[in-house]
Each structure stands twice: as structure tokens, then as C-alpha cells.
């Protein structure tokens, strides 16, 4: 048995992070904070800000390392007429 070909196309993913987390950790302080004490929302808004600012730039970053072009070597689909 031969083994597979070699993928001719990448497929990229975004690197592992936990910023979502500590955005949705900072909404929850927010949340909190309307119906407990306002600086549950004060530190939750903080928090909410930073890691959105932070998983904004490592996205950026993320999409600047991929690829404008990629080398396609299947045949395209014809269109229907």
C-alpha cells in the first residue's frame, strides 16, 4: 500500500490563545457589576478591554504571516451555464 500524496493546499489556523476567555471573564464582570457593586464593573470593563485590544493585535498578527497567494494545483469547478 502506497502512502498518501502530499496536501498541495495549507489550511492555516489561528494560533492557540486564551483571550476570548478573559474577554468573555471581563463581560461577566460587567454583568456582575450592574446588578452588585459598580467596581465589579470597573475591573470587569478593564479587563474586558484589554484582552479584546490584545486579541485584536494577535489576530492582526495572525492574518499578516498567512499568505497573500496560495499555489492551487486542482482544477477549478466549471460553471453551470
Do not use: F, H
Request: glycine fraction near 4%; charge should be positive.
Amino acid at each position: 500500500m502506497s502512502p498518501p500524496p502530499e496536501p498541495t493546499e495549507l489550511i492555516y489556523l489561528p494560533s492557540a490563545t486564551a483571550l476570548p476567555a478573559l474577554v468573555a471573564v471581563g463581560l461577566a464582570g460587567v454583568v456582575v457589576g450592574l446588578y452588585a457593586w459598580w467596581p465589579y464593573s470597573a475591573a470587569g470593563a478593564v479587563l474586558l478591554l484589554i484582552s479584546l485590544i490584545a486579541w485584536l493585535r494577535r489576530n492582526r498578527a495572525d492574518i499578516a504571516e498567512m499568505p497573500n497567494r496560495q499555489q492551487v494545483d486542482t482544477a477549478p469547478l466549471p460553471l453551470r451555464k
